[in-house]
């Protein structure tokens, strides 16, 4: 019944990443050919990347609660359960990640632990990342300045793992799972977490701004704009989790961040564009891991059997 209700689940996830593709087709080509190619293909490039840094922070907070996981195996867990995020709703990566677990012999709740916490933590990342504008809009106003304050609120669960681990006791509860749920671990490991997250962020929100530049004159300051409001738009995405991927809350917030800049056809170009390279991306990093991880299983197992 497990083998059977995963199949049915990743069927559905590449169901609704298929309905995104389909749903833009009649204006891909052109999009690409506006854009350009070899934007278009350093846009993925920054998106695997910043994806892959991001793993590395799950990683780390995940080998701080006692599971060490080799890159291959956790890359794997890590991007292939997230295809859950393309579905309605926020617990199915945390409900894959446990599924993956049984199969790797670990602690299921352990994972489903991890990956909750690490969506905490990432979403502290961003918006840390997500003032980096402050200083280029606030020559316009010094109003924006009275976001800086959001830092020290965003750095109470990274100083206070104890709130951290509340928040991710309430998110084991939400999964049913019986008994104490895992402590968090020591403050230098979810440092080291955020760090790694918030460099992901930084990364791929460049692509963002590189998407842009083929529409408008780039330079710092609407290149710090431009990655700002694309981190802060996708930590919307992640607020509505009842929406696949944050789909529709993230395009939304983008458009009102660029609409000053981007006549209406350029913000449709690059916000709809912006989305399918990320999805092809997430789709990349999905089978590069489970094939590098079924290659290095099989290595394993054939050295095993010569040995024996």
Known sequence: MLRIGRLVGYAVVLGFIGYQL????????????????????LAVVLALAGSFAGMLGWRVLLAGLGTRLPVVTASRVYFVAGLGKYLPGGLWPA?????LARRLREPPGRLAAAFLGSVTLSTVAGLIVGLIAVPSLAQGSGLWWLLVPLLALCLVPVLSPRLLTSLVGF????LRRTGE?????SRGVVVRAVAWMALGWLITGVHFAVLVSAFATVDWASASVAVSAFVLASVAGIVAFVLPAGLGARELILGLSIGFALDKPAVVTVVALSRVLLTLADLILAAAA?????????????SA????
Request: a positive charge; hydrophobic letters at 30%.
């Open 95 to 99: 409900l894959a990640h446990a599924d």
């Open 181 to 185: 749920p895992p402590a968090l671990p």
């Open 22 to 41: 389909w749903s833009t087709r009649d204006d891909l080509l052109d999009n690409i050919a506006r854009t350009g190619p070899g934007r278009c293909a």
């Open 305 to 308: 059997d010569q040995e024996a």
């Open 171 to 174: 998110g084991y509860r939400l």
């Open 290 to 302: 489970q094939v590098a991880d079924g290659r290095r299983t099989g290595v394993s197992r054939r």
